[in-house]
């Protein structure tokens, strides 16, 4: 079964860090670019960040960047999110997706992982 | 930037009717990179439509997408009991970027 399964989130202090991570099964992990999409509490999706399959293309949306980095480890099947000096309109759902080879849609999504920013 | 509004916000409709979902970009987009998904509540998203008309892996026929240039229209012919959720159209563009439009929710009448 293809699958994605976040985790790492919880509570974080505003100017803290907090690492997201993403373990992916099911189908090979290093055929495929991946990304971070977020959701806040009763609001719709947002983009935060894409890794191409062999880390040579990495974006970021302009909200997050320069503070979050997006790795991955091909060996361990799994996507990470570092989040360094969050603030508190970062509190969200974040999710991480397989994105389509062709379409670069996101066909497959995890369950998600909450982030709340708060002191 | 490249901005994608839905409409309407909201789309009440019974179970069996047709139901029709606009998704307008404020400059044309690439019909190639033109996605919808469908969003339960305490749900991921879930992928519906890519390249504007394709349906994804295990999509019921039901869901059809058309469209171009900057408008795109997801259809669901005849709206099941599990078809009542969130839609959000999505497009890939250069920068590169991905961005969601705000979301159509259908509900039952």
């Known amino acids: 079964e293809v699958q994605l399964v976040e985790s790492g989130g919880g509570l974080v202090k505003p100017g803290g860090s907090l690492r997201l991570s993403c373990a992916a099964s099911?189908?090979?992990?290093?055929?495929?670019?991946m990304s971070w999409v977020r959701q806040a509490p009763g609001k719709g999706l947002e983009w935060v960040s894409f890794i191409s399959e062999s880390r040579t293309y990495i974006y970021y949306a302009d909200s997050v960047k320069g503070r979050f980095t997006i790795s991955r480890d091909n060996a361990k099947s799994s996507l990470y999110l570092q989040m360094n000096s969050p603030r508190a309109e970062d509190t969200a759902l974040y999710y991480c997706a397989r994105v389509h080879y062709r379409a670069y849609a996101f066909d497959i999504w995890g369950q998600g992982t909450m982030v709340t920013v708060s002191s | 930037e490249i901005v994608l509004t839905q409409s309407p916000g909201t789309l009440s409709l019974s179970p069996g009717e047709r139901a029709t979902l606009s998704c307008r970009a404020s400059q044309s987009v690439s019909s190639s990179y033109l996605a919808w998904y469908q969003q339960k509540p305490g749900q991921a998203p879930r992928l519906l439509i890519y390249?504007?008309?394709n349906r994804a892996t295990g999509i019921p026929d039901r869901f059809s997408g058309s469209g171009s240039g900057t408008d795109f229209t997801l259809t669901i012919s005849r709206l099941e009991p599990e078809d009542f959720a969130v839609y959000y159209c999505?497009?890939?563009?250069?920068?590169?970027?991905?961005?969601f439009g705000q979301g159509t929710k259908v509900e039952i009448k």
């Open positions: 390249g504007a008309s």
């Open positions: 099911g189908f090979t992990f290093s055929s495929y670019g």
């Open positions: 999505q497009r890939y563009g250069s920068s590169p970027t991905w961005t």
